[in-house]
């Protein structure tokens, strides 16, 4: 009967790959790919999504993809209300939480790292997104249950055959403005592009 063995060096270096090999498989796992990429909202089309939405006091805004976080935290800064981002990006929500800190409306913004696709949408009055038309499709139809009344404000993207109530243009960029009707509107099925 022979044995096998090998020295104590080589079982380290292969006990070494052997968990690299392990926490790089864990990682990917873990990863989440990114729908869209971190591209930020210029402060004047922030206004003007915001100015379009007709927030007030009372609304609750709920950012989709919300990257540095100034859509939330400029809502509860001029307005006063409170809003909710949600990113993948652990990084933007950090750097949010942080915009959030020293502009000192940490107590009416809060920010998730979580999958916008399985965030609760049913408490805002007012959604703001800056994400692509294929995301915005695939969100359609969980946006058009929502409460009628609800403002619905994307930035550069539209949603299909869903036709904005308003659309203006600011600094060569277009912003939508959707209100989810009472009565669901005649639209084409929206594809999932996910």
Known sequence: MSHFSLPARSLGVLAAVAMSIVAVAGA???ARELDVPFVPTPQSVVEKMLEM?????GDYLIDLGSGDGRIP????KKYGISALGVDLNPVRVQEA???AKREKV?????????DLFKTDLSKAT???MYLLNSVNMKLRPEILKLKPGTRIVSHSFGMGDWQPDKEEVVEGRTVYMWIVPEKMPDLAPAEDTH
């Open 126 to 128: 007012v959604i703001t």
């Open 53 to 57: 939405a007709d927030v007030k006091e």
């Open 97 to 99: 939480n942080e915009n």
């Open 73 to 76: 935290v400029t809502a509860a």
């Open 106 to 114: 940490t107590d009416k913004v809060e920010f998730r790292e979580e």
């Open 28 to 30: 990917r796992a873990d």
